[in-house]
């Protein structure tokens, strides 16, 4: 847990709530939360339901880990101190996006448990759902579309995942997805849709009444 440096600042409430957003949207805000080793298949599935979601409506965006290191985070290196700090601020970013009522996924190796674990204490229950892209070694090595693993394995990347850094695999996720036994894109994505169907994230209450019934 990152320590409160700032004094005299407070969480200020807006008028309109995250059930109103989810309702003016048409689903509900939820991250969904990508990891697994490099080359497994992240980002490709991430902005292949990126697409499929803005095809039929929905409010939907990726955070892409080199992405996010071009800009907010491009401060931190690769150091085990500086991974955990990278998935805070992340998870700071997307708990964000719940909260405007986005379906926000993230694509980030993210390869300590207790880091995953934070950012899923960040949300309430049911806003993150953990997907584990999961793929042998040597075949996310045998693909290296950025030819990183040569270079980690030249000793030119040092601290690489797989390699000379350890990647600790979820121990429960809300859903798995091998593409090291099917790598079809579109198949692989319609899993995540397909899971959003199923557990209700496409239905919202319709007025502030029906939200309240439900808060109990």
Not at 49 to 71: M, P, Q, S, T
Not at 168 to 186: C, G, S
């Amino acid at each position: 847990m990152a320590e409160q440096k700032a004094t005299n600042v407070f969480w200020h409430d807006g008028e309109i709530k995250q059930a109103d957003r989810e309702r003016l949207n048409g689903h509900r805000g939820v991250c969904i939360w990508f990891t697994g080793l490099s080359g497994s298949g992240k980002s490709t599935i991430a902005r292949e339901v990126e697409k499929l979601l803005f095809e039929r409506g929905y409010h939907a965006y990726v955070l892409d880990g080199d992405n996010i290191r071009h800009g907010l985070n491009k401060d931190l290196g690769f150091s085990p101190e500086d991974r955990t700090e990278n998935i805070r601020r992340i998870g700071e970013v997307a708990k964000l996006f719940v909260d405007a009522g986005f379906i926000v996924m993230s694509a980030f190796i993210s390869p300590y448990r207790k880091d995953r674990d934070g950012v899923r204490q960040l949300m309430k229950d049911g806003e993150f759902i953990e997907v584990y892209v999961k793929c042998d070694l040597e075949v996310c090595e045998a693909r290296d579309p950025k030819g990183l693993y040569k270079k980690a394995r030249a000793g030119i990347i040092p601290e690489f995942t797989g390699i000379s850094a350890p990647y600790e695999e979820p121990v429960k996720p809300e859903l798995v997805i091998d593409t090291a036994a099917d790598d079809n894109v579109y198949r692989n994505a319609m899993k995540v849709i397909q899971y959003l169907e199923e557990n209700g994230y496409f239905q919202v209450p319709q007025d502030r009444e029906e939200v309240a019934a439900q808060e109990g």
